[in-house]
């Protein structure tokens, strides 16, 4: 067993100690969610719900569920056994009416010490806005294998270099900005680090470097969209990254930083799973 995986397996232990394993909800009993699931070792919950001051959500209804399961079947089985593994995550919860941190998200991500590491997807998206439904699927999904490809999680200064050494993300912006003012960013009302769930939509940015303005907030936000544009607009990325130097530049080291981590994320992935797609 290598470090990192040891390091999950403490993690995990820490947690069946204090009792978190036996508070999970149960797994869905939708055949082929299930069979997905025993497929990549993923549990699917599809009838819970929740009401916790920082998340809650409602369970979906059956028509939601008959609708946007297959779409997240489709989506998920893109991926090579490998890549969920790595992801680390236990369990993927459907739902709907998902709100995180008093605000509605169409999908979020709980991973590390003290959780089961869980991916939330909000089912309302998929069957209203299918476009957008499907990139959050991958945008979090990215984000459980950005905190798991190395031993600091989401902190990246090589890609934040990509954009420029003159620029600064605006969630880093904010918080120079109270350094400077003396504050102790850690202490600031979370209303001063507001993050931006409405500007995470189908539309593309204007901005050069950048697929949507969503990807301005920080470092994880930008590669998580650059990676679900690109798993779902693969050749409408590409067309954009030619003319775009920078977004070109962030592409090809997405790609690198995949095949790093999951090998059969390599090219002929791309060539043969993804490129193609049209929706």
Known sequence: MDLRKLSVAAERCFSKVLGVYELQPAETSDPALSDLGKKYGVK??????????????????SEQLSRAGRIIIDELSIYPKEAIEKTQIEQIILCTNLVVDRKPAGGTLKVGLHYVDTLFIDLADLSTDELHGRRTVHHELFHAIDFRDTWHGYVDPD??????EQFKYEFDAAAELHRIMGDNPQEILPREFDDPYHRMSVSESETPGFISDYARYSVAEDKAEVFCHLMVSYDRVLQRASKDEVLRRKVERMKELLMAYIPEMDETFWREKVAGRKF
């Open 44 to 61: 699917f919950v599809s009838d819970d719900q929740l009401d916790c001051q920082d998340l809650s959500y409602d369970k979906p209804t």
């Open 159 to 164: 890609w934040t270099r990509i954009q420029g």
